[in-house]
């Protein structure tokens, strides 16, 4: 369900788990930004990849939801992967929080095998004469293993991050909050265990491909339907037909309002 606008990031109900998709696209898309989303819980704001341009990404998601968001606001951010369209917003989020006095470094939950990788392609660009630090000059890095259960330092968030099936290392996740779940593919192909793992929640924000590295969309479609009733499509071609494709599509800069079982007792 959504809820009503004009609303501010302040208003929001600090004991609901909050979904704002800032993209849904693919790779290669002309008319939708890359998949991306920001989870809102207790007031705190975390970014679920980041795509570029992330400032413009986010002003846009903020114009469709009546929702004021910006790079500032966001506490922390989940790097699911490398490839581009996915991590091309890091540079403009660590320069903007840096260059900005007032503003913290923002956390950066990443796989401990990624830091090393991910300072290698951003340091041409980011190292700063005289200053050593690297990328925790820029993020207050957090790293992760498969298996852990994450606290992101919001009272009652937790995230579960699990390795999906993609070209390179990949985590999408479950995130649960006051009685509210939200499972997230990230890129993947189809995975029957990841689909049991995210089984119980409330939402379940799935890549549907197609491609290589990419789940294909029937594959979904041969899911129970209790499973299939929760799913919201992402990550799509521009040629995705949403009237003749029977499973809902993440809708960009809607604000989705999660609803848990525990919360419709």
């Known amino acids: 369900m959504t809820i009503s606008s004009p609303v501010k990031l302040a208003d ?12 849904v696209g693919s790779a290669f898309t002309r008319i939708r930004f890359h998949t991306s989303v920001l989870l809102i819980a207790g007031g705190r704001v975390v970014l679920v990849d980041a795509p570029a341009p992330l400032r413009r990404v986010m002003y846009e998601a903020e114009k469709k939801a009546d929702l004021h968001i910006d790079a500032n606001v966001v506490d922390a951010l989940f790097l699911t992967h490398l490839h581009g369209d996915h991590c091309n917003g890091v540079e403009e989020l660590g320069f903007f929080r840096r260059f900005n006095p007032a503003l913290s470094r923002p956390a ?32 207050d890095i957090r790293t992760f293993n498969d298996g852990d259960q994450m606290d992101l330092g919001i009272p009652g968030f937790v995230l579960e991050p699990i390795r999906t099936n993609h070209f390179i290392t990949c985590h999408g996740f479950k995130a649960s909050y006051q009685g509210a779940s939200i499972g997230y593919s990230s890129d993947t192909t189809f995975l029957p265990g990841l689909i049991d793992f995210f089984k ?9 491909g197609p491609g290589a590295g990419h789940t294909d969309p029937a594959a979904l479609l041969a899911l129970p339907e209790e499973i299939r009733r929760k799913i919201r499509v992402m990550h799509l071609v521009d040629e995705f037909d949403q009237a003749s494709y029977p499973i809902e599509a993440l809708e960009e800069g809607k604000l989705y309002s999660i609803e848990g079982s525990g919360q419709r007792a």
């Open 12 to 23: 929001l109900d600090p004991n609901r788990l909050f979904l704002l998709p800032l993209g």
């Open 200 to 208: 119980d929640c409330d939402l379940i924000l799935h890549d549907c």
């Open 108 to 139: 950066l939950h990443i796989h401990e095998s990624l830091v090393a990788p991910l300072w290698h392609r951003l340091e041409h660009a980011m190292s700063i004469e005289g200053d050593h630090s690297g990328l925790d000059g820029y993020f």
